[in-house]
């Protein structure tokens, strides 16, 4: 298994709402990474987890809340979200935080 | 911190080969990435240079100078279906994180 998959692939939203995003790899891979992507732009990282911790987080507001499960799984909260945070929202994995990072799909997010 | 600098766009034709190129300033450096997007897909990993010369797998190559702080993507034989964003993508030394450029979008005409 090479890849990383998430879920939902689409998904709209209210402002008040309160959602996950999934994010799953079976690589064995121990470094997870969350990106946000706007149209015509290059994805901007948003959280770094290495074994299960967080190591980075990009000054994203709290209104976004990663959670590492296991080694396999990452989560993104959302709540009270606004309408400029609607964008494709990128899972990546890693062997570890130095190596080439592997895409999932993404999630592609509307907030209304 | 960093930065890199890619052509916005380039078009050719089938069959033609393309090469495109990205400079970067970084306080540090530890290799240089490529990967390609679709319209509405995610970035795929295409290569990695963290050393000079040249890297080849199939009819993509990469190539590296890290003397020049400078790399290109080169695509021979092109198909339609290599339409699409290519980012170049550093890792600075001691921030293993990696930064994109904001990206090349390749037209491939018949």
């Known amino acids: 298994d090479t890849e990383v998959t998430q879920t939902p692939k689409h998904l709209v939203m209210g402002m008040t709402n309160k959602k996950s995003l999934k994010c799953e790899q079976h690589m064995g891979h121990r470094a997870m990474y969350w990106y946000k992507q706007k149209a015509k732009k290059p994805p901007e990282l948003m959280f770094v987890?290495?074994?299960?911790?967080?190591?980075i987080n990009e000054s994203v507001p709290s209104r976004f809340s990663p959670e590492c499960p296991n080694s396999s799984l990452l989560n993104l909260h959302l709540h009270a979200l606004q309408p400029e945070d609607s964008a494709l929202y990128l899972c990546a994995s890693s062997q570890r935080e130095s190596d080439t990072q592997y895409f999932g799909p993404g999630t592609r997010l509307t907030v209304l | 911190g960093q930065s890199l600098e890619q052509p916005s766009e380039v078009t050719a034709v089938e069959g033609a080969i393309v090469q495109i190129n990205c400079t970067y300033q970084?306080?540090?450096?530890?290799?240089l990435s490529w990967y390609q997007q679709h319209d509405g897909g995610a970035p795929t990993f295409l290569s990695y240079n963290a050393l000079d010369g040249l890297e080849e797998t199939g009819r993509f190559s990469s190539f590296l100078s890290r003397s020049d702080s400078y790399g290109y993507l080169l695509l021979q034989e092109l198909q339609m279906k290599d339409s699409a964003s290519y980012f170049c993508?550093?890792?600075?030394?001691?921030?293993?994180?990696?930064?994109f450029g904001k990206g090349t979008m390749l037209l491939v005409s018949p």
């Open positions: 993508a550093v890792r600075d030394l001691g921030y293993s994180t990696l930064t």
């Open positions: 987890y290495s074994y299960e911790k967080l190591s």
């Open positions: 970084t306080s540090g450096f530890y290799g």
